[in-house]
């Protein structure tokens, strides 16, 4: 599997991630930028994850067509959905990895 690939399925859970690590802590020795930095992030981020998720998984889709036997349901778009993004990428790089 391509890294790049890899990476653009685990896009948008990395984005809800790093996210909410900057907007989850209070307290007095937080940065005031800290939360509205995580606020862009998940904007932005989502907003892109809505695009470069779907685009390597169907990059994928098209290697695995070529090569293997195994050609993974078109239920795995979901990955586009923000937080269903989450179950779906773990789910498909699980069943990625033992059936190709």
């Known amino acids: 599997m391509n890294p790049l690939v890899f990476l ?3 896009f948008g859970p990395l984005i ?3 996210s909410y690590l900057f907007t989850a802590a209070t307290g007095p020795g937080v940065p005031v930028w800290a939360t ?3 606020e862009s992030i998940r ?3 989502t907003a892109l994850a809505v695009v470069v998720g ?7 889709r098209l ?3 070529r090569h293997a036997d195994w050609v993974p349901s078109p239920i795995y778009y979901l990955v586009a959905v923000p937080f269903l993004s ?3 990428s773990v789910i ?7 059936a190709a």
């Open 43 to 45: 904007l932005y981020g």
């Open 8 to 10: 653009g399925i685990l």
């Open 92 to 98: 498909y790089l699980v069943r990625r990895f033992t």
């Open 86 to 88: 989450i179950p779906v």
């Open 36 to 38: 509205p930095v995580g």
């Open 16 to 18: 809800l991630v790093v």
């Open 54 to 60: 779907p685009l390597a998984l169907h990059l994928d």
């Open 63 to 65: 290697t695995l067509a």
